[in-house]
Every structure is written in C-alpha cells, then in structure tokens.
C-alpha cells in the first residue's frame, strides 16, 4: 500500500469511528471525506480525485462494525481528535510579512470579463480573513483597461461586490474602477518617459521580438524623452493605429528571462469601453496593459500586501522595473497556487455564457452551475464555502479538490440548525386500519429538544409513502407507529420500536395525507414532484431545512395554492 493509500486509509477509519459514534453508527461519506481532505494536508488533497474511493471502503467497513466495536476501535484515536481541534483554533491563516495592525491595505482585483466564478470567492475570503486579522482595508478594483481580448462584461460591476458582500458579510471598504483612472496612467507614462524609463516603439510586425530574442535594443531605445513624450501625446490624442505603436517600459534587454525584456505598458485599442459609454464619458486611444495599470494603481492606493496566483510570478518581476524608475517601493507579494474543484472544471466563463445564451441553463441561478446564485440558491451557505476556502490557507502548491469537501464544510453550517421534515416522493396512500387517532411529534432537531417539535395529526389513518418504500410485510412509519402492509393496506401494530427491530421493519418516511404539494428541484435540475408534512409551510423562504434520509434543501418558494418548491442542498 503507498504512503498515500495508508494515510488516506487511517484518517478515514479514525473520522468515520468519530462519526459513527455520534450519529448512532452510521458515519456519514460527506462529513468523513472532508475531514480527511482537511487533516491530510496538501500530500492527500493534491490527490483528491482519489480520496472518495478510498474513504467509502472505509466507511462501509466501519459502518459494519457492531457499535461495541466502533468504540473499542475509537479509543485509540481519541488522543489525535484533541490535538486537531487544539489547531484548528490557532486561526487558518499564516501572518501577513511585515504587517502592521491597521495599516494593512489588501486589494482583490478581478477583470470584470465575466461573473465571479467559484475560485473567485477564494481572493473574497482569504483577503477579507486577512483584513479582519489586521483591522485593514479592502479595495475591490476592478482591472477593466482590456477592452480587447476580455471585454468588460457590464452586469460583473454590481455581480462582483454583491458576491463579496454576500460571501464575506461586508462590503469591500472601496471600490475603484481602473477605467475611471486612465488620465492618471498617461499622466505616470509621461513621468516614466521624463525618467528616462519609457520609450514609444513603432517596431511593427515582428520585428521587436526578433530583436528582442538576441537581446538586442530597436532603434526607438535610444529616442530622447522629449521625442517619446511627443509620441506618447500622439498614441494618446488618436494619432496612430492599432500596431503602429506601443509605449514600452525599460528593463533589461539582455534580461536572461526575455518575457522581462522591455515589455509594453500601453497599446491602442479602438474598441469602445462600455462603461464609459454606458456613463457617457470621452473614449480612449492608448489604453493601459494589466502590469502597467494595477501597478500604478496599487501605488497610488496605499496597497501594502498584494496575494497572487504563482501564474503571476512575472508580472512582479515587470512591475519591479517600473517602481524602480518611479522611486517607489512595491508592496509585500504572496503566491498561491491553483485549487480546483474537480466537479466545477468543465466550466469555462466563455462555455457558460454561451450555453446561457442558447437557452441550456435556466441562468445563472441554474443549479447545475457553479456560481454564487447557483450555490446560494441550492442552499450553500456563505459560512460554509468561507470555512472551504479558509482550509486551504495559502500555499504554492496546486491543489485538487472536489465538491465533497465543500459539502462537508456546509454539513457543519446547517446541522445544528436546519429544521428536520419529511418528504415524499411520488407518493402513495396508505390506509391504516385499525388505528387510534394518531398523533407524531417528531423533533424539529433531535439533538436540540429545546427547538421543539413538529406536531403531526392523523385523524383517520390516512398518509402518503414514497411508492418505492411500498412493500408488503412490517414497516416502520418513522416516530408514527409500525404497520404490516398487505396489498397496499396497513394493519396497525402499535408504536413500539422493539416490534420494528424484531420483525426488521424498514423505517419510512411519510407525510398525513394529504400533505402539501411540494417540488424538490435536484442539483441536475430535474423536478421531483412529492408532498411534504404542514408544518414545513410554515418555514419562510430562504430557510435550510433537512428532508429526512434525504439531505439538506432551500426553501425556494411559497406559492399561493401552498404548494412548496425546493432545492436541494447535499446529503
Ligand atoms: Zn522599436
């Protein structure tokens, strides 16, 4: 067995025993396979794909255990759990290098080219945890200067905040639009150009790289300031074409990285921005590139911390050059690496707007997207996908993750509290003959008595079980009474768990009939039509509840027959 396979192996065997210690000795997969990701460290989450399979051997293993057993076998493990929790409370992330509580200035700064997709919300909370740590601030700006190659996508401007808000509980302290600063940008060209750091190149075609790639300068390296200065004036007041000319910070052009060499800071694009437009502002000839805009801007914003992807490793080195000509001193860099979520990597920005607009999604609420209005929708709580993402802290290592661990983290979110109610799908009706008038008053949370109960009335013995629970012989209708059904009718046995156990009667939902109409929309957006008890009427709408033996749904909608729509959450 490999290093990895035992190690995934004792940590589902020492989680699934926890478990199935506290839920009756039947641990749950979602809760033990995200409590495996979470100790097994970067090692067993690189390899995450694979942790499913082996935790579930496990699992079934442990599940088969007599109870006695479990708790022989849980004792050695006891010691472990303590030490765990003990970390876990030390707070997720390590310590910012060379911060100062309150001066701490931290910036998320996506391109609004498309809505915030899940690895999105990554930046929100890790920079929001880090502005909490610090008593910071957080600027959300956005990098919209690309009117090119990734358009602004106008309906990402309020999307983006909204999301932050949402995820983080708190709006971003500013928000700044690098489209908003584009005289500022000539303004520091021309400052650049004055230093001597800049130079207006009318290379065209490919004759810059072939210069480039032997290390040797264009004849425009050489131009005065006074010639660059006048150049820059005409990029900007429309005076060339797009490729005729570019503005180019200098570096090194012997640089032994030549993506470091000499690289461009503005362009012309042509293209109308269309948030300018939108506000009726004057358009732009020479627009910014990423390195040159973010970096001026992260300057003039007091930006202390910057936290990127390792993917962005030269565009430090780049800006480097840049703060050195202007004198200034660039901010502490952290890197992170890629964490993705197996489940949600078939979804490009490009695919999904394309599919949204041929009608194959709802929108961008469908439940089989991974959005935020997807997420939050089915029920994901922001709690929980904060706790996802904080898990992981900071690391350069590439990380694959799948949806199981996010669910885990979102189990912990709504167990405590997400009312318990039955639901049946595809219902039939079963008479029971020979009963008193039945009365059931489940918990709303059995672990929580003081939450109070669901009183449930069946007068006349009538109520709805799922077809396929259907079945002749002993049954239990959970927390009602035991009944034998014979050809679709119930004789009544009394309630007594201890004739359940004895004659090994399956346990059931059912609702009174004849309950109210009730739709669970599945996360593959396939509608289940079933009933469920009264009492879930009462639940408003956003509410989690627990369908019992089912999972976790949101409370989507109330309609005024009183039938109910539901999404479904998780297990
Ligand atoms: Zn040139």
């Not at 004055?194 to 190149?201: A, F, K, Q, S, T």
């Not at 709690?383 to 996802?388: A, H, L, Q, V």
Request: aromatic residues 8%.
């Amino acid at each position: 067995m490999s290093d990895f396979e035992s190690t995934v192996r004792t940590l589902a065997r020492k989680y699934a025993l926890e478990n199935a210690a506290k839920f009756g000795g039947k641990a749950n997969p979602g809760a033990v396979i995200g409590k495996v990701m979470a100790e097994g460290g970067d090692a067993v989450r690189a390899r995450g794909k694979e942790v499913p399979a082996l935790a579930q051997a496990v699992i079934a293993e442990v599940n088969a255990m007599p109870p006695e057993e479990q708790k022989a076998a849980f004792a050695q493990f006891e010691g472990q759990l303590i030490q765990r929790a003990k970390v876990e409370r030390e707070g997720p992330l390590k310590p910012l290098p060379n911060a100062t509580k309150g001066k701490v200035v931290l910036r998320l700064a996506p391109n609004p080219s498309g809505p915030p997709h899940f690895g999105h919300g990554r930046g929100m909370v890790i920079t929001e945890e880090y502005r909490r740590m610090y008593d910071g601030q957080f600027i959300l700006r956005f990098d919209d200067t690309d009117t090119t190659v990734k358009p602004p996508w106008m309906p990402a401007y309020e999307m983006f905040p909204e999301t932050v808000e949402w995820l983080c509980g708190r709006k971003p302290d500013r928000i700044l639009f690098a489209s908003d600063h584009v005289e500022t940008y000539y303004e520091w060209a021309h400052e650049l150009i004055r230093r001597g750091g800049g130079y207006v190149c009318e290379c065209v075609g490919d004759a810059f790289r072939e210069l480039k790639e032997k290390a040797l300068p264009c004849p425009h390296r050489d131009q005065t300031p006074e010639v660059n200065a006048e150049k820059f004036q005409r990029m900007v007041d429309g005076g060339y074409r797009r490729g005729e000319a570019v503005l180019r910070v200098k570096t090194d052009i012997a640089h032994k990285d030549p993506a470091m060499r000499d690289w461009v800071a503005f362009r012309i694009a042509e293209e109308p921005h269309p948030r300018l437009e939108k506000l009726g502002r004057k358009q732009h000839h020479a627009w910014p590139l990423l390195d040159f805009q973010s970096a001026i801007d992260d300057h003039l914003a007091g930006v202390t911390h910057i936290i990127r992807g390792k993917d962005l490793r030269d565009s430090t080195g780049k800006q480097e050059f840049l703060y050195r000509h202007l004198g200034w001193t660039y901010p502490e860099t952290m890197y992170w690496g890629r964490v993705s979520v197996h489940e949600f990597g078939k979804f490009s920005k490009s695919i999904l707007n394309k599919a949204i607009e041929a009608g194959e999604f709802t929108g961008w609420d469908d439940p089989r997207l991974p959005t935020f209005p997807a997420l939050k929708r089915r029920g994901f709580t922001a709690e929980g996908i904060r706790n996802f993402w904080l898990s992981f802290g900071i690391t350069e290592k590439d990380i694959a993750a799948s949806i199981v661990t996010l669910e885990a983290e979102n189990k912990k979110v709504l167990e405590p509290s997400a009312h318990r109610y039955f639901f049946v799908a595809d219902a039939k009706v079963l008479h029971i003959q020979g009963a008193p008038k039945l009365h059931a008053r489940p918990a709303l949370l059995p672990d929580k008595p003081a939450a109070g109960v669901r009183e449930i009335d069946v007068p006349d013995g009538h109520v709805l079980v799922a077809a396929e629970d259907l079945r002749d012989g002993p049954l239990r209708l959970k927390d009602l009474a035991n009944v034998t059904v014979s050809g679709g009718v119930a004789r009544h046995e009394g309630d007594d768990i201890a004739w359940a156990r004895q004659h090994k009667a399956a346990i059931v939902q059912w609702v009174p009939a004849p309950g109210i109409p009730a739709t669970l929309v599945t996360p593959e957006n396939e509608r289940v039509e079933g009933f469920a008890e009264p009492a879930l009427a009462k639940e408003p709408v956003g509410a989690h509840v627990q369908l019992e033996r089912l999972g976790f749904a949101r409370v989507d909608e109330k309609r005024a027959d009183g039938s109910v729509v539901l999404y479904f959450t998780h297990k």
